[in-house]
C-alpha cells in the first residue's frame, strides 16, 4: 500500500479561481514532507518543503499546510492560471536512523486542468 | 547554476533490445537518484547513488537492469533487455549531500518499448 495518498486524482477549473489539493501519509519516523509541480513532458519543481514543526508555508499563490498529527497537508492554489495546469505530486521524506537511510515516498499526483 | 542534465530527451526501440540513458548531475551534489514515472503516476525510485555507492537499488529490476556512477559525478542506465512494461518516462535527480535535502530534477528521457 502506498504510503503517500492524494486526492482528488484530477480536476478541472476555471481560470481566477481556487482549488485545494490534498496529501495522507503514514511515512514514519517523518522528516519533511515536499509539494512538486510536473509541468507536462518535464522533471518535478520544487514548491514547498515542510518540517514537522512547520504548519504553512507559501510560495507566491501556492500556500501548503501540513498537521504532522493527523499526517495530513493540503496545497491551495489561489487565482488560479492557465499556467498552473500541471500535475501536483506530495513526496514525505521518513527520517534518516541508523535504520533507515530516509526514502522518499511519492504519491501519484493531482491532475489539475485550468480552463479559460 | 546549470540544471540536471539527461540524454536522449526521447528513445523508441523494440522490446528486448538494449537502452542506455546518460544523467549529469548539478556540479558538486553528491546524492543521485533515477527514478520510472509510468503515465499517470508518481515517481518510482530505482536506484540511490550517495558519491558512487549505492545506497537504495531495492526496487531495481536486477536482472534487465543495471546502473553505475563512475567517479561520482555522471550516471548511465541500462535495460537490457527491454519489455514492453518498461515504456515510461526515466527522471534522474540530484540532490546536495542526502535525502534531506532538495531534490532536482532533469526533464526526464520519454521511452517507448515496441
Known amino acids: 500500500k502506498n504510503q503517500v495518498e492524494q486526492s482528488p486524482q484530477s480536476l478541472i477549473i476555471l481560470e481566477g479561481k481556487n482549488c485545494t489539493l490534498q496529501c495522507n501519509y503514514t511515512v514514519s519516523p517523518f522528516s519533511n514532507l515536499r509539494w512538486y509541480k510536473q509541468d507536462t513532458g518535464r522533471g518535478p519543481v520544487s514548491l514547498t518543503i515542510?518540517?514537522?514543526?512547520?504548519n504553512t508555508k507559501s510560495n507566491g499563490r501556492y500556500t501548503a499546510t501540513l498537521d504532522a498529527d493527523t499526517k495530513q497537508s493540503s496545497l491551495h492554489i489561489t487565482a488560479s492560471q492557465l499556467s498552473d495546469s500541471a500535475s501536483y505530486i506530495c513526496v514525505v521524506s521518513a527520517m534518516i536512523t541508523t535504520d533507515s537511510w530516509g526514502k522518499l515516498q511519492f504519491g501519484a499526483g493531482t491532475q489539475v486542468v485550468v480552463t479559460p | 547554476e546549470a540544471g540536471v542534465a539527461q540524454s536522449p530527451r526521447y528513445k523508441i526501440i523494440e522490446k528486448r533490445q538494449s537502452v542506455a540513458f546518460w544523467c549529469n548531475p548539478i556540479?558538486?551534489?553528491?546524492?543521485l537518484y533515477w527514478y520510472q514515472q509510468i503515465l499517470g503516476q508518481g515517481p518510482k525510485l530505482l536506484i540511490q547513488f550517495q558519491n558512487n555507492g549505492v545506497v537504495d537499488d531495492s526496487q531495481l529490476p536486477k536482472d534487465r537492469f543495471s546502473a553505475e556512477r563512475l567517479k561520482g559525478v555522471d550516471s548511465t542506465l541500462k535495460i537490457q533487455p527491454a519489455k514492453l512494461e518498461d515504456s515510461a518516462v526515466y527522471l534522474c535527480?540530484?540532490?546536495?549531500?542526502?535525502?534531506?535535502?532538495?531534490?532536482?530534477f532533469g526533464p526526464g528521457t520519454r521511452l517507448t518499448v515496441l
Open positions: 515542510m518540517t514537522f514543526s512547520e
Open positions: 535527480a540530484s540532490s546536495f549531500k542526502d535525502s534531506y535535502n532538495e531534490q532536482f
Open positions: 556540479s558538486g551534489h553528491a546524492t
